[in-house]
């Protein structure tokens, strides 16, 4: 049966071994300067997730079941979810024990929707500069967005707390609806030309790579 897009974590990602994920956001900014040295900024398009991720790993037991995934991933439409390689969770609770089985979402943002306030959370829940959190939203293709953490933040007795985010929060969220904090997701695509297939090193390893790029499609 013919795999569903876009490839889940365990279906691809979670399949490469000694996996490492790089994630930034891009600046999707036009500059220009001016004849006395001020440089001029106007917005340009949607700011998108991109990165790279690299494996490692035995060329003839492990690379070439991957190959298989990669290869597919090359064709037009094709799509998989990334995630950070770094840590699974927030800083303050990297592998996700804190937040347990608590089921946080946003449940309002402001007209900017850079503010948000998070519900559900644990009592005394932290959030630090730099931590990721994704939601699914719309439909007919659901869309998978992925935001950071820009202002820390800790959630009250009541499991509420309020944060700024980037990047701004889409049209077509609708609250209130669950957030992941452990293991967040973007939809990516593999960007054209960026592949570089597994060559074998002294050690009889084999290292590939690639470049991914949110799509919100």
């Known amino acids: 049966m013919a795999l569903a897009y876009p490839l889940g974590l ?23 300067q001016t004849g006395g040295g001020e440089i001029l900024r106007s917005a340009h398009g949607t700011r998108l997730w991109r990165g790279r991720v690299t494996g490692r790993g ?6 070439d079941q991957i190959t298989a995934r990669i290869e597919l991933l090359l064709a037009a439409g094709a799509s998989f979810l990334v995630t ?10 990297p592998e996700g024990t804190i937040l347990g ?21 644990p009592p005394g829940y932290t ?3 730099g931590d990721l959190l994704s939601f699914t939203y719309l439909s007919g293709p659901t869309r998978y967005a992925l935001h950071r953490i820009v202002t820390p933040a800790t959630a009250n007795g009541s499991g509420v707390t309020a944060t700024e985010v980037i990047p ?13 904090l452990v293991r967040p997701v973007c939809k ?30």
Do not use: C
């Open 10 to 32: 365990a279906a691809f990602l979670d399949l490469i071994p000694q996996v490492s994920v790089t994630m930034t956001l891009d600046e999707a900014v036009l500059a220009n």
């Open 58 to 63: 035995h060329p003839y037991l492990d690379l």
């Open 84 to 93: 950070q390689s770094s840590r699974k969770g927030p800083i303050d609770d």
């Open 101 to 121: 089985a608590a089921t946080p979402s946003i449940t309002a943002f402001s007209t900017n929707n850079r503010d948000v306030t998070f519900g559900g959370l």
């Open 127 to 129: 959030l630090r500069r």
């Open 168 to 180: 701004p929060v889409r049209p077509g969220y609708a609250t209130p609806s669950p957030i992941t």
């Open 188 to 217: 990516a695509v593999i960007v054209p030309g960026s592949y570089q297939p597994p060559e074998v090193s002294r050690d009889r390893r084999a290292l590939f790579s690639f470049d991914w790029q949110q799509t919100l499609r």
